[in-house]
């Protein structure tokens, strides 16, 4: 439910679990920790609220029009690519997944269960395998005096096995990429410290890809006599896929004894998916004093009577050498391996356990064409790379855990970032590896063996440096499934510029690719009815496409509305673009970027009814925004317009463009005299110019402009000079928007609780205008207490991020599924969403990058 700090800082009732902290092996103070008992105090929370009586006029037409469509996608058995008819429903389960990028990943919650799986690219499921578990059996004196399945879980099947452990006696400990789960267990004199270990490792293009996970037992005897123990890990023959019980499948056992990797043995459960064959490897390393015994065969639908006790005979499993018979539709199979060793009084002894999946191609729901995955470069593509992923994760993981120490050491040694915030920071990156994410090999356009069906941009010369990092995507949400959806990406974008900037690149190029091109083919838009071209040329798409259709050759699966003309999208990719090349310095990126910057920003300029500099909102929410109605110059579109601008000077200046410096200079000089004269109120910056009701509302935000250019160095410091027709807004203006946004946003909603809500009137209430208007975005809230603590604000931005970690960690189990956003009562929309990752942005401003420069000017 929180740190550490948190959980010791209440009363008698809390102070009770410190004797249970203080166990454990290795266990760091800093992280999300929560004991198996914890109960959320907001226990109801509901998927999706109906829009109020006064906000449903603008949206009576696009829900009846959306539910036409979604009934045509079920009866045609597709499934639509935001399923609002069936949101998924809020478990308060969830922990650190396991796995690398783009790989696929297997969720394991805090109470121990394997519980949420995205082997399948894109595509979610939330089954839990009770087979799934880990059992410790202690011997003493050559009989089993304890044998216990580490689940506090009691199921309807494999009712042979001892279940409900005591919650009241282990903890879970979270800090991205690894988890400690600790067993004091009741009357054993016996502690088992489980630590979770996934390749996750900042700038490293190879290991970081792997589909691997070790788990790390540590058992500490704290008796005075020696015990036998024995660690059983048991696995279903299942991919979280409706596939699990179709038939086919069976179990083998493996043994790996290479060069360079340790000896390993364990089973192999190959699951044949009809179009992607996956086998799993459980894997135990061999050591001195490690027995390695293992299992092919046991029912998991039945009691679970035969290895039950054949572990219990001996604390050892029987190890048959043959494979498996194939099952047959309908038939459940799991297998399990075990390590027994002694462990003498006051002893302590590691064991390692490896969990491992290989599914080398993939292919998408509407594709006939195959894919690679990123890690078959180095482990190959025929399916039989299990075991030596096993052997590897099992020879590497200690690399893995020094490369995350030491990058990981700097943050959590920091005194002056508050504990939450240094537990948040890595517990959100969890969606760079259950975020639907894909890692795939490119395949080489110039070739002269592209198919003629492909997409122009697909067509062209696959940029070598897509060749060389690879093709990334993540979704935009586990329920909003639609790959890098270039505005919240904006937001969640600073967690890749920091931590892996290639596949920052990788995104940025695919979408640079499109921007030239067109695609005339017709879908729905149901915001207005009709129908649009999928992909207008001169037009950043809103996303690359959908797991269930062909993503990268059919972009814009989104279907609200017609994208072409959103106010912010292309100007989000000049920034970007800069944002990239202030990160890594790359001319050629630059270079290659120019003509595409232009192009957006010269269809950007037709927005510009009135001719004053200043583009113009439609009357529509044509925006990220996409159910909050903007009209005429805003705050939000009007600040990333005048941001863009003063990055295509900085781009035409370092490349040599005199004369598109000097046009790019001229338009913002009247843009920004346009967007004082129509926006400022001498506090802050309006909503709008409408002169409607709502237009004077105050918008969380509104400054995602001046927030990008101070974070590429293009706002001068108090220290600094720059040229004053290059400054784009008054910072005293910032300064006081800024203010009232925290004013206001934040402490007047809920003393700062819940993070910054969406509009607020100037009368201090809610703005109602919209569904979105008086939600929380997470990653909105986490970008402004980054703009927060850019502008000096630090205490106020650490205050205003609070909000959403204490809404997400302690209040309502949002933990590793992050909703996009939640009402002020018991309501969230789209668990586990991209925008979160923005809290970045909170860490590069920290470190200051904002303060270096690109150029002298």
Known sequence: MGTRQELLSGGPEVRKLEKLFQSGAGVPDQGWRIPLDHEFPRRNMKPNAKPRFKQFKDLYGVFYRYFVWWIKKKSSHKKPVIDNLNPVQLQQIYGVPLGGLGCGSICRGWKGDFCRWALLPGIYSYDIKMANQFTVCIRRRGQTTYQQVLSTRHPSCLTEWNWSYSPAHAYYHALYPRAWTVYDLPGQNITLTCRQV??????DYK?????????????????????????????????????DLSGGHWNEPFSVNEEGVH???????????KTMPCTIALGIPHKDGIRVTGSTSFNPAGSGKEIWRDLMSDGELGSPEAPTNKTVKGEALAGAVCASFKLPAGGKQDTEFALAWDMPVIKFGGSCRTYKRWYTRWFGEDGTAAPRLAAHALSHYTEWERTIEEWQRPVLDNQSYPDWYRSALFNELYYMSDGGTIWLVAEDSSDGH???????????????HIMEYGRF????????RMYNTYDVHHYASFALAMLWPQLEYSIQYDYALTILEEDRSWQPELWHGGWMHRKAINAVPHDLGDPFDEPFVHVNAYMIHDTSDWRDLNLKFVLQVFRDYFVGRDKDFLAFMWPRAQAVMTKALTWDTDEDGMIDNSGAADQTYDAWIVTGASAYCGGLWLAALRCMVEISHILGKEEEEQHYLAVMQRAKTAYEEKLWNGEYYNYDCSGRSYSNSI???????HWYIRACGLVPED????????????????????????????MQFHQGTMGAVNGMRPSGKKDLTSMQSEEVWTGITYALAASMIQEGMLEEGFQTAYGVY?????????????????????????????????IWAMQWALEGRHRARVTSS
């Open 198 to 203: 996934s390749p996750v490792l900042p700038h």
């Open 473 to 480: 995507g993540y979704l935009e949400g586990h329920e909003y």
């Open 806 to 838: 204490n809404m997400c960690y302690r209040q309502c189990g949002f933990a590793f599924q992050t909703p996009e956003a939640y009402l002020e009562k018991d309501f969230y929309r789209s668990l586990g969403y991209m925008r979160p990752l923005a």
């Open 263 to 273: 000896p390993v043995s364990g089973i192999l459960l190959h699951h044949q998916h």
């Open 207 to 243: 290991d970081s890809s792997l589909p691997a996970a070790v788990f790390v037992w540590t058992a500490e005897n704290h008796g005075k006599e020696e015990v036998d123990i024995s660690l059983m890990f048991t696995f279903q023959n299942s991919i979280g896929a409706e596939t």
């Open 450 to 464: 592209v198919e003629n069906n492909l997409p122009p941009w697909l067509r062209q010369k696959t940029p070598a």
């Open 719 to 746: 220290n600094e000079v720059m040229d004053s027709d290059r400054e784009v807004l008054p910072l005293d203006h910032v300064a006081s928007s800024l203010r009232k946004v925290y004013d206001f946003n934040v």
């Open 699 to 705: 918008m969380a935000g509104a400054g995602s402009g």
